[in-house]
């Protein structure tokens, strides 16, 4: 059971950036896919989330109209297309996988995580 994020990096504010998260092992019995971050001192928050089959979308207010998530069910592979990015967008991205429906905006209702990837803005 693996989750590989990658993607991550330095961009000016303004800038584009897209992460990937491969996942391996287990992706038959994933219903939905999310991102989180964590910003220094902060809690780890909710980014975005997508069912593995059917592909609705949920997002953070703070991101809505500015990040796409979508997943590649050939490639086992689920995307972060971050638009527009700002200083506060600056954190440890975590792509997540959840086997049940319910509290996709929560990471307690997550059973398996990535590594993490850096994404830092600057002003």
């Known amino acids: 059971v693996q989750l590989q994020a990658c993607g991550g990096g330095l961009v000016q504010a303004g800038g584009s950036l897209t992460l990937s998260c491969k996942a391996s092992g287990f992706i038959f019995r994933a219903n939905t896919m999310g991102w989180f971050r964590q910003a220094p001192g902060k809690e780890r928050e909710f980014v975005a989330a997508?069912?593995?089959?059917?592909?609705?979308?949920y997002y953070a207010d703070s991101v809505k109209d500015r990040f796409t998530i979508s997943r590649d069910t050939v490639k086992n592979t689920v995307y972060l297309q971050m638009n527009s990015l700002k200083p506060e967008d600056t954190a440890v991205y975590y792509c997540?996988?959840?086997?049940?429906?319910?509290?996709?905006?929560?990471?307690?209702?997550?059973?398996?995580w990535g590594q993490g990837t850096q994404v830092t803005v600057s002003s």
């Open positions: 997508i069912r593995w089959s059917g592909s609705m979308t």
């Open positions: 997540a996988a959840a086997s049940r429906s319910g509290g996709i905006y929560y990471s307690h209702a997550y059973d398996y």
